[in-house]
């Protein structure tokens, strides 16, 4: 392989240059982010970060330079004998091994010391094959899913968090509840195998809460082979309410009045969020669409405790369909008109 053509650099170029270039190549090309790419897309990615990782080593590289892939890789060229020699008589490449990493550990820790990425991560697509050390000869796992116990893990990624939905209703995002949820998780285990764990978590829903708020579990998410414990965000969201609608820190009432209250005054009682009755008194005339501000009976203001929004109560008059000649006389006489 042309690991120069693969990156789209020329053989001058430096260490910045094959960051940039492999950065792009692999956002385009990661499975994750190229889905419908199939196989070509977890092949073109594996042949790019292979370049990148052999350039991107001043030993790989300058094996790679001077004798190709097959000398990278131990491997005597086409219509030569042998490569235990170079041409000055010193010893060549031959006692060197190059075995290519695991894509997704290269593309994680490039993208990890340079800058983090957003697209998921939820399963290992490469599982290179056990190699042997040139050094003792013993098999190893390529993957850093198998290492052995005690083996630092301060370099490995951590995942995204698994976000799920906590519906509320609005009562209890204005009082505050306590819930009880059970999780699921997959758990990958030191042989491998991954399993599946159960928990019960006790869930604390704070008065005022709105739609939106997240609120996350430490470790709570999957644990993925080669990867840190993902964290679990349970994010609100809100059901839909008979009476009152949430509008920044203010509750929204639309009250429906017959004309013969809208012109003469009335009473209304409202059940509040937290099962008070609240009576308001209606004294001037009332207009279609007029409000009344209600101060302090709104949305709890979660910075500003014991403070609250305001209650506005939104009027529908409600016109008589139809008046009898008596009726409209009468009107006429009290109105004066």
């Given at each position: 392989?042309?690991?120069?053509?693969?990156?789209?650099?020329?053989?001058?170029?430096?260490?910045?240059?094959?960051?940039?270039?492999?950065?792009?190549?692999?956002?385009?090309?990661?499975?994750?982010?190229?889905?419908?790419?199939?196989?070509?897309?977890?092949?073109?990615?594996?042949?790019?970060?292979?370049?990148?990782?052999?350039?991107?080593?001043?030993?790989?590289?300058?094996?790679?330079?001077?004798?190709?892939?097959?000398?990278?890789?131990?491997?005597?060229?086409?219509?030569?004998?042998?490569?235990?020699?170079?041409?000055?008589?010193?010893?060549?490449?031959?006692?060197?091994?190059?075995?290519?990493?695991?894509?997704?550990?290269?593309?994680?820790?490039?993208?990890?010391?340079?800058?983090?990425?957003?697209f998921g991560q939820d399963r290992r697509r490469f599982q290179p094959p056990h190699r042997t050390s040139a050094v003792n000869g013993r098999s190893e796992a390529s993957s850093s899913s198998q290492k052995e116990p005690g083996t630092s893990t301060s370099h490995l990624e951590k995942p995204p968090p698994v976000e799920k939905t906590l519906l509320c209703t609005l009562e209890e995002l204005y009082n505050?509840?306590?819930?009880?949820?059970?999780?699921?998780?997959?758990?990958?285990?030191?042989?491998?195998?991954?399993?599946?764990?159960?928990?019960?978590?006790?869930?604390?829903?704070?008065?005022?809460?709105?739609?939106?708020?997240?609120?996350?579990?430490?470790?709570?998410?999957?644990?993925?082979?080669?990867?840190?414990?993902?964290?679990?965000?349970?994010?609100?969201?809100?059901?839909?309410?008979?009476?009152?609608?949430?509008?920044?820190?203010?509750?929204?009432?639309?009250?429906?009045?017959?004309?013969?209250?809208?012109?003469?005054?009335?009473?209304?009682?409202?059940?509040?969020?937290?099962?008070?009755?609240?009576?308001?008194?209606?004294?001037?005339?009332?207009?279609?669409?007029?409000?009344?501000?209600?101060?302090?009976?709104?949305?709890?203001?979660?910075?500003?405790?014991?403070?609250?929004?305001?209650?506005?109560?939104?009027?529908?008059?409600?016109?008589?369909?139809?008046?009898?000649?008596?009726?409209?006389?009468?009107?006429?006489?009290?109105?004066?008109?």
């Amino acid at each position: 392989m042309d690991y120069y053509n693969i990156l789209k650099v020329n053989r001058n170029a430096s260490l910045e240059d094959l960051k940039k270039s492999y950065r792009r190549l692999a956002r385009t090309w990661h499975p994750d982010k190229n889905p419908t790419g199939g196989a070509e897309a977890e092949a073109r990615f594996k042949q790019i970060t292979e370049a990148y990782e052999v350039l991107s080593d001043p030993e790989k590289r300058a094996i790679y330079d001077q004798y190709g892939e097959e000398g990278l890789k131990g491997m005597p060229p086409p219509g030569s004998q042998s490569r235990t020699a170079t041409a000055s008589g010193s010893s060549g490449p031959s006692n060197f091994r190059y075995n290519p990493s695991d894509p997704d550990d290269i593309f994680n820790e490039f993208m990890a010391s340079n800058k983090p990425y957003t697209f998921g991560q939820d399963r290992r697509r490469f599982q290179p094959p056990h190699r042997t050390s040139a050094v003792n000869g013993r098999s190893e796992a390529s993957s850093s899913s198998q290492k052995e116990p005690g083996t630092s893990t301060s370099h490995l990624e951590k995942p995204p968090p698994v976000e799920k939905t906590l519906l509320c209703t609005l009562e209890e995002l204005y009082n505050g509840t306590k819930r009880k949820m059970k999780i699921t998780r997959n758990v990958a285990k030191s042989d491998g195998k991954v399993e599946v764990e159960t928990e019960i978590l006790q869930v604390e829903v704070l008065p005022g809460w709105k739609k939106g708020t997240k609120m996350t579990f430490p470790n709570k998410g999957d644990t993925l082979p080669g990867y840190l414990p993902q964290d679990l965000t349970f994010v609100i969201d809100m059901k839909p309410h008979d009476t009152y609608t949430l509008e920044g820190n203010n509750l929204l009432v639309s009250q429906e009045i017959p004309l013969v209250d809208a012109l003469a005054g009335t009473t209304i009682n409202l059940r509040t969020l937290d099962g008070r009755s609240l009576p308001v008194r209606v004294e001037e005339v009332v207009r279609p669409g007029q409000e009344i501000v209600i101060e302090n009976e709104g949305w709890p203001i979660r910075k500003e405790p014991g403070k609250k929004g305001s209650l506005r109560i939104r009027f529908d008059v409600a016109f008589p369909a139809r008046l009898s000649s008596s009726q409209r006389a009468a009107i006429r006489r009290i109105m004066g008109s």
